[in-house]
């Protein structure tokens, strides 16, 4: 059974860090593209960070240059080093997978593709206040 188990989430101020895990159970997830998705309340989710089975990582221009996606395989999980947050980064996050999907460069514009997605984790609730 398929499970993506994020954690990390918390209240932090405007310009601190945060690291997300996304522990994947059921799969070995160096194998597959892993990403992450926000949602903030009344706005669609939308593509964060991805990392394929490749090894090569996509970001949305909102969190360049402040957000890394990193694996660890030995622990089949999955990170999200978030640093500078800004309170428009307020959101629940999600980790996905896709056994489909061995590349975001295969995918037409993957900020706007988690309707693609099959598989997701519960999401784990970053607030960030100013």
């Known amino acids: 059974q398929v499970q993506l188990l994020e954690s990390g989430g918390e209240l932090v101020q405007s310009g601190e860090s945060l690291r997300l895990s996304c522990l994947a159970r059921?799969?070995?997830?160096?194998?597959?593209?892993m990403a992450w998705f926000r949602q903030a309340p009344g706005k669609e989710r939308e593509g964060v960070s991805g990392i394929g089975a490749d090894g090569r990582t996509d970001y949305a221009d909102a969190v360049k240059g402040r957000f890394t996606i990193f694996r660890d395989n030995a622990k089949n999980t999955v990170y999200l080093q978030m640093n500078t947050l800004k309170p428009e980064d307020t959101a629940v996050y999600y980790c996905?997978?896709?056994?489909?999907?061995?590349?975001?460069?295969?995918?037409?514009?993957?900020?706007?593709?988690?309707?693609?997605?099959?598989?997701w984790g519960q999401g784990t609730q970053v607030t960030v206040s100013s």
């Open positions: 996905a997978t896709d056994f489909e999907i061995r590349s975001l460069a295969d995918i037409t514009d993957w900020v706007r593709s988690w309707h693609l997605w099959d598989y």
């Open positions: 059921g799969f070995n997830s160096r194998y597959y593209s």
